[in-house]
């Protein structure tokens, strides 16, 4: 038999009272996008918090990542500049250590004794 999940919400906690003022502002027209995305968001937060797998995960990163550029003093939907790696050079410098073998470096040599075989011819 599964237990019933529930939800609970501390209807004192700062986060909860916003979003309500939210909420009740937005009476008789749409509530912002941005309530709806930090109510997933929340949601999605319980579910983690209480050990339970979230069906989407890109429903919680994007929310999570427009959060971290606004803490950071950016646009929440400030793009993502693409740039462009030129991988022909590693890879020529790649295939080139490959075709040389390293030779060992011997002057970094230390010769160790083993202290276990002198105790027990010792004994």
Avoid: W
Wanted: aromatic share 4%.
């Amino acid at each position: 038999m599964l237990a019933k999940k529930t939800l609970e919400l501390n209807p004192h906690h700062p986060v909860i009272k916003e979003m309500l003022a939210r909420v009740k502002g937005a009476m008789g027209g749409d509530v912002e996008d941005s309530v709806k995305e930090y109510a997933t968001l929340l949601y999605n937060m319980a579910l983690l918090n209480s050990g339970f797998l979230i069906e989407n995960p890109a429903e919680f990163v994007a929310p999570m990542q427009k959060l971290l550029k606004v803490g950071f003093g950016m646009k929440a939907d400030a793009p993502v500049e693409e740039i462009e790696v030129d991988i022909s050079s590693d890879e020529a410098a790649q295939e080139q250590e490959q075709e040389t073998p390293e030779e060992p470096d011997v002057a970094g040599e230390v010769e160790v004794e083993d202290t276990n075989q002198q105790k027990n011819e010792e004994l």
